[in-house]
C-alpha cells in the first residue's frame, strides 16, 4: 500500500556531510565488516577442524541472519525517535559481544572442552547477538548520511559509506592468517576485531555529536530502554548540546508492498541471494579445489587471497566507477548484475587459485556496482522523512539474503557443484532482465519530490 508524500524540507542543492564526520561513520561499518570477513576466512578451516559438515557451518550463520532481517526495521524505526548515534552504539555492542563470546567457544571446541555439536550451537547462540543487536548500526549510519545529503549527493554519499565493507572485506582477510596468535589459534581474529570495535565505539561517543531526533521522542515522556533522557523525565531538546535533524513530518509507517520501493526490493533480495551464496561456498570450494581438506589451517592463506582480490574490486567499483563515471542507481544496478553473472561463470570452471581469484574479482566488481545501486534506489525512491525507515528495510533485504542462501549454496555445491553456480548465475541474469523493465530512471529519481 503507498503511503501520501509529504513534502520533503528544503536542503542545498550540494549538501555534503563533513569529511571527519564521514570518516567516522566510515569506520563503524568498516570493523563490522572485517570482522565478518575474517570470519569467512577461518570459518571452513575450524569446521573442518571440528569435524563439522559443512552445510552445518554455513546454517550456524543462519539464525543470526533471521534475527538481523527482523530486527533491522525495528531499529530503524527507533533511531528515527532515539537518535542515530544512540542506535549505532548498540550496533556496535552487539558485534564486541558477539565476536567475543563466539571466540571463546570456538577455543573450548577446539580444545576438546566442548563437543563438536555443543560448539556449534552455541556459536551459532552468540552469533545471534550480531544478528539481534548488531542489526541497529547499518540502518542507523544509513538514515544519518541520507539525512544530511543533498538528493544529487545521496548516490555518492551512500556508495562511500558501503565502500566501507569493500575496504573491511580487504583488511579482513589480509589481518586474518596474521593474527593467528599462539593458544588462540584460529579464532584469534574473533578477539582482535572485537578489541577493534571497542576503540571504535569509544570514537564514536567522544567525536559524534548526539542528534537530536525531530521525530516523535520531542516532546514527549521518554522512558524506554536506550533513550537519551532518565524514565520519566521529559526530552526537551534545547537542555542538550546536540545536533538537530531538519524538522519534517511525522509519516506513516512505511510498507515493503510500497510501490515506489518494491521493485528495488525485489532487485536487492533476488541479487543479494547470488552474493550471499557464493560468499558461503567460495571457502569450501577453495579446500576442494585446492585439496586442502587434509591440512585445512593451510586453507586461510588462499580463502583470504580470493576475499582480498573481490574486496579490491569492490573497492574499485565503489570508490572509482561508480564516482568517477557518475552512475546512477539503475545504471550501477544492471551494470553490477552482468558483471556478477560473468565472474560466478569464470568461478565455476576454474580449477586453479589464480583463475579463481580473477574469477571471484569480476563477480566483486560486479556486486560492488549492485549494492549500492540498490540501496540509492531504495533512498531516492522514498521522501527524507522516510529514511530512518527505508534504511531498515534495506538492512532487513540484506539480512534475508544471508538467512538461508550461504547454507544452500554450499549445500548444492556439494551434491552438484556446476549446477549451484547454474543458480547463482541465473539469479543475477534475472535482476538485469527484469531490472531492465522495472527500475526507475536515475534521472527521474534524482528529481526533488
Known sequence: MNVQQTPEPPIEASQKLPADRMALLFTVMLVTAAGNTAMQSVMPAIGTRLGVADFWVSLAYSWSALLWMICAPRWARMSDRRGRKALMNLGLLGFISSFALCGLTLIAGLHGYLSALATMLIFALFRSLYGGLGSAGPPAVQAYVAARTSRAERTQALSMISSSFGLGTVIGPALAPLIILPYLGLPSPFFVFAAFGLLV?????????????????????????????????????????????????????????????????????????????????????????????????????????????????????????????????????????????????????????????????????????????????????????????????????????????????????????????????????????????????????????
Open 201 to 449: 565505539l569509544v570514537t564514536l561517543k567522544l567525536r559524534l555529536p548526539d542528534d537530536t531526533p525531530s521525530y516523535a521522542a520531542r516532546g514527549r515522556l521518554v522512558s524506554e530502554p536506550m533513550s537519551s533522557g532518565s524514565a520519566g523525565e521529559v526530552y526537551d531538546p534545547q537542555e542538550h548540546e546536540a545536533e538537530s535533524e531538519p524538522a519534517v513530518p511525522e509519516t506513516a509507517r512505511l510498507s515493503w508492498r510500497d510501490a515506489r520501493l518494491r521493485p528495488w526490493l525485489i532487485a536487492g533480495l533476488v541479487g543479494g541471494h547470488a552474493n550471499a551464496m557464493i560468499l558461503g561456498l567460495v571457502g569450501f570450494m577453495l579446500l576442494d579445489r585446492l585439496d586442502l581438506r587434509a591440512t585445512p589451517e593451510l586453507a586461510a592463506g588462499p580463502t583470504g587471497l580470493v576475499l582480498m582480490a573481490g574486496a579490491f574490486a569492490t573497492l574499485l567499483a565503489q570508490w572509482g566507477l561508480i564516482p568517477y563515471l557518475k552512475m546512477g542507481p539503475r545504471t550501477s544496478t544492471l551494470w553490477g548484475m552482468a558483471l556478477a553473472a560473468s565472474g560466478c561463470t569464470m568461478v565455476a570452471f576454474s580449477e586453479s587459485l589464480n583463475a579463481i581469484t580473477l574469477g571471484f574479482a569480476i563477480a566483486s566488481l560486479g556486486f560492488g556496482l549492485f549494492r549500492p545501486g540498490f540501496t540509492a534506489g531504495s533512498s531516492l525512491a522514498v521522501t527524507r522523512a522516510e529514511q530512518g525507515q527505508v534504511a531498515g528495510i534495506v538492512a532487513s533485504v540484506n539480512g534475508a539474503a544471508y538467512i538461508i542462501a550461504p547454507a544452500i549454496g554450499v549445500w548444492l555445491y556439494n551434491i552438484a557443484p556446476l549446477e549451484s553456480f547454474a543458480i547463482i548465475i541465473g539469479l543475477c541474469v534475472f535482476v538485469l532482465v527484469w531490472g531492465r523493465k522495472a527500475l526507475q530512471a536515475d534521472e527521474v529519481l534524482v528529481r526533488p519530490n
